[in-house]
């Protein structure tokens, strides 16, 4: 009977095959420890010469790492390892051999390992993180369906900026000129109008010449766009949506974070609801800490950010930030025109910000001097502008980075990890 290495569980005490290939391999004269991994999960197979004979222990005994195989053998319960099941191997077709496979078991380094990322996403532990980021795609999809949501995509090919024009990627559009997608977001809210709740998720471009382990030049967002929502209310559903995520991998991935080496108690406690501050208290707090670089008015770094996470156990908003900080969008806060209703959450342990989010403006005049004040092209806007025109209403939304978020639960130092092929400022390959 044909069984993937993840279906094992449920054939115990059976005679399974399986398609594989070798991660690993050990042996001594009488026995052969075979890794075995099918894309599904790893297993190890045990191939004992007094049961197979001498002619398939030499075959198996020959098998380099990465070569292909078909394996027959008995499914069975195997207390010490992780995974819990081991196959006692009856039989090994070699399908193809793999010739000097260049990641062996010995440490490389990154840049190798980045070089050969096209082989080196079959590693144990970057299999455990694309299992990870599939569960947080999986879950993210089942969170906004089920709360009421339509997703809807926005263009990746634009005409207009909405996080600033410093960062744009430009192309020809035939004769006009055109930008790679920043964020959804100002269709979102154009999609906000029709279908109520929305959210999009789809890659998005930033040509930023930043090289930390928190930027990738290419990455992939989750913007939900809410009408007759506000700033508080927007906030709720962000706390819900980001505890959600966590506890369905802590459910979903208990193996993969076992892989990954993850502290799981930590995750444990990424509940609902979330500490807020806001930015002048964050502000105060970094004097105190020593941090005399900070004056109100000055954005905050990575180190900054790290500081104020390190407070809680839990992702903590950064609210109602200045105005000159943030895009022209914003909501001002009605109470005081110099800050807006923004919040940024910064996950814990230092892998800073994963969402960004506001109210957005909804009346037509004061929308309209911001894009003046922001030397916008008021032509371009002229869509987004209309959406005040015609029955505005107050509506928020945010953006969730996916990458970031990955890094964080997995617990992988680095977003270059966290998505199959990394675009980095000094990477477009493989
Ligand atoms: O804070 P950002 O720039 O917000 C927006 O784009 C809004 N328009 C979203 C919205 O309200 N609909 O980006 C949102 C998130 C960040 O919090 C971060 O997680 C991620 O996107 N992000 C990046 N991730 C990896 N590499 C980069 N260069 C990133 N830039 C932003
Ligand atoms: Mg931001």
């Known amino acids: 009977m044909k069984s993937t290495i993840a279906e094992l569980p449920k054939n115990v005490d059976k005679e399974v095959k399986i398609g594989a290939w070798i991660a690993n391999k050990r042996s001594s004269g009488k026995i052969a420890f075979l890794q075995l991994r099918d894309g599904t999960g790893f297993v190890q197979g045990v191939v004992v010469k007094s049961e197979v004979g001498e002619e398939l222990f030499q075959t198996a005994k020959s098998l380099t790492q990465e070569s292909s195989v078909y394996v027959t053998g008995l499914v069975q319960k195997d207390e010490r390892s992780p995974f819990g099941y081991e196959l006692l191997v009856k039989d090994v077709q070699l399908i193809h051999s793999s010739v000097d496979y260049p990641i062996t078991p010995k440490e490389h380094g990154t840049e190798f390992l980045m070089d050969n990322r096209h082989l080196w996403l079959r590693s144990k532990r970057q299999h455990a993180v694309m299992k990870v980021r599939n569960e947080i795609i999986r879950a993210t999809y089942e969170f906004f369906n089920e709360n009421g949501f339509t997703k809807v995509d926005p263009p990746i090919l634009t005409g207009s900026a909405p996080e600033g024009t410093t960062e744009l990627f430009a192309t020809k559009y035939f004769d006009e000129d055109a930008y790679l997608s920043q964020s959804g977001q100002l269709y979102m809210e154009a999609a906000a109008m029709a279908l109520g709740k929305v959210f999009s998720f789809g890659p998005t471009f930033r040509a930023e010449k930043s090289k930390t382990r928190r930027h990738l030049i290419e990455f992939w967002m989750i913007e939900p766009e809410m009408a007759f929502v506000e700033f508080e209310d927007n906030l709720v559903v962000q706390e819900e949506y980001v505890s959600f995520i966590v506890q369905s ?55 900054h950010e790290t500081a104020i996470a390190e407070s809680y156990d839990k992702p903590v908003f950064i609210t109602h930030y200045p105005t000159t900080l943030k895009p022209f969008y914003m909501q001002p806060d009605p109470n005081r025109e110099d800050v807006v209703l923004c919040a940024d959450l910064i996950a814990p342990e230092g892998y800073g910000e994963i969402i960004g989010g506001s109210e957005r403006i909804h009346d037509m005049d004061l929308l309209e001097k911001r894009v003046e004040e922001h030397q916008l092209d008021t032509e371009t806007y002229k869509w987004y502008l209309e959406l005040r025109k015609y029955g505005s209403v107050p509506h928020s939304g945010f953006g969730l980075g996916l990458e970031r978020t990955v890094a964080w639960i997995s617990g992988v130092e680095h977003v270059r990890e966290s998505i199959p092929f990394p675009r980095l400022l000094n990477r477009l390959y493989p």
Request: overall charge negative.
């Open 249 to 303: 991998v802590l459910k979903n991935c208990a193996l993969e974070l076992k892989t990954l080496g993850r502290d799981t108690s930590k995750l444990e406690k990424i509940t609902a609801p979330f500490p807020r501050i806001s930015y002048d208290d964050a502000v105060k707090f970094l004097q105190e800490k020593g941090f005399d670089d900070i004056t109100w008015g000055d954005d905050f770094g990575a180190p």
